[in-house]
């Protein structure tokens, strides 16, 4: 059995994973544009200084031998003919397929706004060569832009506060990170950032970039006239998934990505999907848990997605850790809110209806907050319980199976 | 493997397993918790060693990983990038971050240090007095 | 990936757990390690714990120390908590005359209080001030007040202590000679035969129960009328009707006897009554007890076959028996058993009474209320003599007689010949037994003090003078355990300039009284201790061979220990020489005729209330043990009451359903209800840490003690209905 994986991240490494433990014997080949094995999701750690590269990586020592995996690096898949079952990568090789896996991930998106593509100095950051073009840029400029406080604009700002260098960040909303978080849960890093001299500025967008004879960027102007410096612009304003090169493989895509059912299994019999590529869901439990349903899948052990609750997201920013699932703010009025203060960075909240959680964002003390994460992926009804909606604990639902493991029933 | 069999009709509730884990680990914090529930009665929320960890799928360092051999979810500190995701997703609600610095995952680990061949050796068995926990093999 | 101390630039961004320790101290980052006593319950554990920035990092169970070798219960791990959730304001609290609260600066709460203790003595008469002290402060604060109450202001002090242990210090003292509980809890390791009478370890003491465990050859037999968490990891449990224990324990001694189980020798050589006691038993036949304790003759009988079987029989006894209307006499019928059966003074057996608080010991010895300092009774003026000559004082300035009793104290408090009182480190309102008397004595109180580390407890938040002090992880002193062990408490945390200790406030008191150079060998704890020391010297409890530095970082020394021995066992026990402190030096059997139960069950209130803990985690009122959330997130919330099943069924109450129970002293309080076979058909139990709990016990106590009789109380019950009452 001949099994081919593309893209070398959390769905293709743990798809991969899943193949090797499932069939001792299977040829399994990896195909990445990546080189090495890391995770997308501390980078800026690396950029920080605080993580090597060795410790990016989010596997065992030796894996790629460990597992018998057969690694084509730096080679990036350019079309899948479903026919023949062949993939053709960029260096030319064609590589033939019994099963095929595609986790590619996606990319950084870059906005349509004139000369921003064109700019070298205008940098995504979803790789690690965006990681080291940044660092490598960030010693001579000045002054650093950001674009969008998602998570991904946070990271780089706090990867890139130990420059020293001017730090700005440009959002369209009111407060950052406001996919997650509320405004008051915000605050808490908006003041820190700005103690660390961080120029924020919201309810703002890029509106034209004055770029130099070479086309590189030398001021931004912003929506509403202001115009700020910018020798190095970060783009964190969403990513778009890598199916470019399924175009007309008959491969079904929609706008957001490749398509694939609770199987993982695309439109075509023998080729699955998993992870980011798929433009749905985009969190790292998500592409984990769907490379290796995909694997089960393809080496004929049924297996099913059942866990598509995705607003679920922590957050570790100037020593503060901050949890948020589901809303963050009540939709109407008829959503009840719970809020507990103190004194010591400890903010909870909680967003609930007719007994079932929607919401919740807990900042400073996370303890044992994962049975808010069940209750709300659940839409368990908490009316029976009696406690105050904080403490609520696995104890009111304990339910032990006969190999002792704890379950939730029905 | 093994793992730690809990008969919650015989839990009293002394809290002799949590003394216990910090004593084991000589830590700041508990790796395990003991509540009740609205009906006052006792529950010891212990970590699982979940055939299908969510810790595992969701830890993008690889910090959380399943030992193949012994079944046991391991947690190594060294990797761990206290992103906290662990703690959202443990669905019982086990995991927390040490009180003191919030940077280490209080994760059990059936006290394999405990022994000179990692076999474990969970010291909460050893001093329930009411023999609540017990390790069995599954 | 390892860094050297010169490669860190920003020492916030580093995770020092991931930093060895070597390196954090090239760092700069400093921690200390002090190790100190636990002062909750009586075994005293010592702990290790670990400071950095004056903030304790974590809390290590003392390896290597005799009583707890590297473990502990969930309370004395959590001592770090103290102070953590509920943050009270240093300064003293003053009640003014329209009822609100101020705040106001040390030295002003000092002279207020003297003044006031003077006025009310100028007005009303020496002994219309008293005290009321506690079983858990240090040996050094429980003698200087009494220096400053008992012999200054010549009053009354009496402390909780009469609630827990009054029972086995008159005991032993009338059995022994002196108030010296004879064994190490080694022997508990030792004994072959291990009998808990009235004692529930799993919960009460846990880590001898922890040390029970290890002791792979031994019986464990349980003595209590409720199947406890003991009696359900017991050989042998004997569930006897509340408050018949006395009979029992005659009629064992009775068939002892006629059996020849009794070690001859020894009751000729080493005591004195045998021939009147077993006389007095031969009226307590098995029928007799079979028939008060509804425990069949077989059991009885296998019971004395156990005792005859064992070599190494030990009897330990803890409220269960202490807190009875006969209690005293309870305590020495199971001294007598021991003393019959040769089962004393040697390893694995004795007659242990297990101390409940973690200073009864130090009070008992050192308070000067029912004795003079380090014992000797307020009458004998040789001990008047040498006491005073070393406090430096004239005989005549030491106080003349024995406190009067806690009880005593209360009652005239409510007759209106006691004026001010003041508390420390103990919460009567919900503690005392009927604690509702207690709440009409705070009312009467002209003036009435509390010193506490909480300001909001059920007696603390409304006195007219709240005195706000540290806790033990921030004081220093000594500290004697249940087998008379000597250990030192030390401070972990610095205390800030406004936080005061006991030993400071009574000082500062004292010195607002005008005792001025009175107060001069007394201007430390360390002062005081040595000055204790000395007036130990040739008593029992002599402990001239220790010194206050010596017990830092050590295993505690147990008494007597005198100046010049050499410590050769870390865990002796006393009586291997078979004397005692009598004249004769010979052990007494005393005993005395079964009393007809002067609160017996009438018809109205035909049910039977037991109390006792109901958690390791809660300790006493809950003031101290509320702060720590691992005991929280265990804790019922609310008053609860266990009921023997089949009863609730007859009052159609279901789990968790409310009911009420009527006392027989005219009060009543609801709890949960919680169904359990495990406590006898008519006797309901319900745990002391709620308020409702003492609201129903008695104002009845033992004749000799002046222990309050906490474990049998008339009760009946009826369900409350939902929704109206």
Known sequence: MKYVVLGASASGINGAQELRNLDKEAEITLISKDDKIYSRCILHHYMEGIRDVKKLEFVEDDFINKNNIKWIK??????????????????????????????????????????????????????????????????????????????????????????????????????????????????????????????????????????????????????????????????????????????????????????IDAFGKTNCEDIYGAGDVTGRNPIWPTAVKEGIIAANNMAGIKSEMTDFFASKSTMNFLGIPTLSLGINEPVDETYMVEIENDDRGNYKKIIHRDGKIYGAILQGDLSYAGVLTQLIRRQINISKVKKPIFKIDYSDFFNIKENFEFVYER | MRRIKIDRSKCIGCLTCVTACVVSHESCDSRNRVTID???????????????????????????????????????????????????????GVLKSDRIEYKEIMKCNMCVHRTEDNKPKPMCVEKCPMSAITLEEV | MRRSAKDIQDLDKISYFHVPYTLRKEMGVVMKKVQSTCNYCALDCNLDFYIEDNKIVKVVPTKGYPVNNGFSCIKGLSLDKQQTIIRESTLPRLKQENGS?????????????ADKFLELQQKYGTESVAGISTGQLTMEEFAIFGNVMRNHLKTNVDGNTRLCMSTAVVAHKQSFGFDAPPYTLKDIELSDTIILIGSNPVVAHPILWDRIRSNKNKKLIVIDPRKSETAENADYWYGLKGKTDLILLYAVAN?????????????????????????????????????????????????????????????WWTMGVNQGYEAVRTAQAIINLALMTGNIGKPGTGANSLTGQCNAMGSRAYSNTAVLY?????????????????????????????????????????????????????NPRHSWTNNKTFKEAMKKLEFFVV?????????????????????????????INTERRISAMRPALEKSEDERSDYEVIYGIGKALGMGNLLDKWK??????????????????????????????????????????????????LFEDNKYYTPSKKAKFIFEEVRENPLPNTKEFPYTLNTGRGSVGQWHTQTRT???????????????????????????????????????????????????????????????????????????????????????????ISKIDVGGM
Not at chain 1, 210 to 239: F, H, M, Q, Y
Not at chain 3, 286 to 310: C, N
Not at chain 3, 380 to 390: F, G, I, K, P, S
Not at chain 3, 403 to 426: D, F, H, Q, R
Request: hydrophobic share 35%; glycine share 6%.
């Open chain 3, 101 to 113: 609260f101020k705040r106001i600066p040390w030295e002003a709460a000092y002279k207020i209080v």
């Open chain 3, 626 to 716: 509320r702060e720590v959330e691992f005991v929280e997130d265990v804790s019922v919330k609310g008053a609860y009451i266990y009921i023997n099943a089949k009863l609730a069924e007859e009052i159609k109450v279901k789990e968790n359903e409310m009911i009420r129970v009527f006392s027989i002293n005219g009060n009543y309080s609801d709890f949960i209800v919680k169904l359990t076979d495990k406590v006898r058909y008519d006797e309901l139990y319900a745990p002391i840490h709620y308020l409702e709990c003492n609201n129903l016990t008695p104002s009845l106590y033992d004749p000799y003690s002046k222990e309050p009789s906490y474990k049998t109380t008339p009760i009946n």
């Open chain 3, 524 to 573: 430390t704890p360390r002062d005081a201790f040595n000055l204790m020391k000395e007036c130990s010297r040739n008593m029992p409890c002599d402990m001239t061979g220790v010194t206050y530095d010596g017990l830092v970082n050590s295993k505690g020394i147990q008494w007597p220990f005198r100046e010049g021995e050499i410590l050769k066992d870390d865990q002796r026990r």
């Open chain 3, 374 to 426: 380090g014992g000797g009774d307020f009458d004998n003026m040789v001990r008047r003599e040498r006491v005073a000559e070393v406090l430096g004082v004239h005989e005549s300035d030491l106080a003349t007689k024995p406190t009067i009793t806690y009880n005593a104290i209360i009652e005239k408090i409510i007759s209106g010949e006691i004026k001010g009182l003041w508390v420390i480190c103990t």
């Open chain 3, 255 to 315: 068939k002892l006897i006629e059996e020849g189980y009794i070690d001859n020798e020894y009751i000729s050589n080493y005591t004195e009554g045998f021939e009147e006691f077993k006389e007095f038993a031969k009226q307590y036949t098995i029928e007799k007890a079979s028939k008060a304790t509804e425990l069949s003759e077989a059991s009885i009988l296998e019971l004395v076959e156990l005792i005859h079987d064992g070599k190494r029989v030990s009897f």
């Open chain 1, 74 to 259: 730096n080679a990036e898949a350019s079309k899948v003919d479903v026919q023949s079952k062949e993939v053709i990568i960029s260096t030319g090789e064609t590589v033939e397929f019994d099963k095929l896996l595609i986790a590619t991930g996606a990319n950084t998106f870059f906005p349509p706004i004139p000369n921003l593509k064109a700019a070298p100095n205008a940098i995504g950051f979803r790789n690690f060569d965006d990681c080291e073009k940044i660092m490598e840029m960030s010693k001579t400029c000045e002054n650093i832009v950001v674009m969008g406080a998602g998570l991904v604009g946070i990271d780089v700002i706090s990867g890139l506060i130990h420059t020293g260098k001017n730090i700005a960040l440009v959002e369209m909303k009111d407060h950052m990170l406001s996919i997650q978080l509320d405004k008051k849960a915000a605050l808490a890093y908006e003041k820190g950032f700005e103690s660390k001299g961080v120029k924020q500025y919201y309810e703002k967008g890029i509106k034209e970039l004055i770029v130099d004879e070479k086309g590189k960027i030398t001021e931004i102007s912003l929506t509403n006239g202001e115009k700020i410096p910018c020798d190095l612009l970060i783009v964190a304003a969403g990513v778009r998934s890598n199916v470019s090169f399924l175009e007309g493989s008959g491969i079904e895509i929609d706008k957001f990505g490749l398509l």
């Open chain 3, 451 to 479: 010193q506490d580390i909480y300001g909001d407890t059920d007696s603390s938040e409304d006195c007219h003078m709240y005195l706000p002090v540290i806790p033990g992880i921030k004081k220093e002193g000594t500290y």
């Open chain 2, 38 to 92: 609205s009906k006052t009665k006792a529950a010891p929320i212990f970590c699982r060693h979940c055939d299908k960890p969510e810790c595992v799928y969701t830890c993008m360092t690889g910090a959380m990983s399943k030992n193949k051999e012994t079944g046991y979810v391991e947690y190594n500190k060294e990797r761990c990038a206290s992103c906290y995701m662990c703690i959202m997703a443990c669905p019982y």
